[in-house]
């Protein structure tokens, strides 16, 4: 058995970027120590009480509301609230909502479901119709509904589940796509432009790759559901996952000096790659133009035959 | 040696294979996707196996 560089015990992690074994206590400490430096660096909580937490009941998000469990259970002045949004994948969400509950109640944190059905469409029910990108709709009603959610709980900030592979992936694609003023909005710490209604997301972690998320939650024991959307395929990530993967497997650190050029790329994006921030004309959420991406989708979608009704919120 | 992906069977033979990476490679996955158990202990990709092991090939999904 191969043995951790810092103890006797056996590893159930070798890192090729650090040439460094990990027992699962050693790694434990390093994933802590990672999100609670990037949770200090970017002031993640600072000034903030109410934190909200995406948790869809996958690995990283169970992850990140556990290890900041851990980190701010002494922290009386600051609660922690999990947001959970159903976007109506059948054999799917509901089996990883099953963990998310688990999670919240196990660690006593107080939950929300919030179901694209009330907000939004079903994705199975827009499945069926006009053919979209699913990644695309999915994630334009995820992020809506998450904001809707934090505020009608009134958080200061919302914590995403993205952790280091994810936001080398989003960095590659906006690349590929020509898209510099997404890489200036898509920063760890809610973004450049700012506006009362819409809750910064914040992402704790940022700096911890994907195998070591998994790592740690099988270590601890976290529950978690461990299986890939029905419509993944679809997405451009894939392709782009796979590339980085085998670079990282070649050249070890790859992963690290992409989230380096991204944050100092951000750092010299002048202050005018932000949009300014203002209210859809349509359902009054935050939007960077006159229509937000959700009620544009929706009209869209509407025009291509697809009929369903959107009980709350104008659609 | 008996092999689970994902908590499938693998029907293929691990002749030859003598560490947890070359378990890996030959069914065409790296340790960059996947966590594997042997005998229920999570190990490294440096680990070996051997043909009285029972070992868990979990793959890192995307997205959660």
């Known amino acids: ?315 | 040696m008996r092999v689970l992906v994902d908590g499938k069977p693998l029907r293929r033979s691990m002749r030859g294979v003598k560490t947890v990476a070359g378990l890996l490679s030959a069914i065409g996955m790296s340790s960059e996707t996947a966590i594997v158990k042997v005998n229920g202990r999570i190990v490294t990709e440096l680990d070996s196996v051997g043909p009285s092991d029972r070992v868990e090939v979990i793959r890192v999904s995307t997205g959660g």
Not at chain 1, 67 to 73: C, D, E, Q, T, V
């Open chain 1, 1 to 315: 058995m191969a043995i951790c560089s810092f103890c006797n015990r056996n590893a159930i992690l070798y890192q090729p970027y650090s040439c460094k074994l990990f027992c699962g206590k050693h790694l434990s400490d390093l994933t802590e120590k990672r999100v609670g430096s990037t949770m200090r660096k970017y002031g993640m909580v600072r000034n903030r009480s109410r934190i909200g937490v995406a948790v869809s009941g996958g690995k990283d998000s169970t992850t990140m509301l556990y290890i900041m469990h851990r980190l701010l259970r002494k922290d009386r002045s600051r609660t922690l609230i999990a947001i959970t949004v159903d976007e109506g994948l059948r054999g799917y969400r509901d089996k990883s909502i099953r963990c998310a509950r688990a999670l919240c109640s196990k660690l006593g944190v107080e939950h929300h479901i919030y179901r694209f059905s009330e907000y939004a469409v079903k994705m199975d029910t827009l499945m069926r119709h006009p053919k979209p990108d699913p990644c695309t709709y999915c994630g334009v009603f995820r992020r809506w509904v998450l904001n809707l959610a934090a505020r009608e709980h009134g958080l200061d900030a919302i914590a995403i589940g993205h952790n280091l592979d994810d936001v080398v992936q989003t960095f590659q694609m906006n690349i590929m796509r020509n898209e510099p003023l997404r890489i200036a909005r898509y920063t760890p710490n809610g973004g450049i432009a700012t506006c009362d209604e819409f809750v910064p997301r914040i992402r704790p972690l940022l700096t911890v790759p994907e195998r070591e998320v998994m790592a740690y939650a099988l270590h601890n024991g976290i529950p978690f559901h461990n299986g890939e959307c029905p419509y993944a395929g679809l997405a451009l990530r894939n392709p782009v996952r796979e590339f980085i993967n085998s670079m990282e497997a070649k050249y070890p650190g790859t992963k690290f000096r992409m989230l380096n050029t991204y944050l100092s790329l951000i750092d010299r994006l002048p202050a005018g790659a932000a949009q300014p921030i203002r209210k859809c004309k349509l359902c009054s959420e935050p939007s960077s133009s006159e229509t937000c991406k959700r009620c544009e989708l929706l009209s869209y979608a509407k025009c291509k035959g697809a009929k369903w009704s959107v009980a709350k919120k104008n659609a």
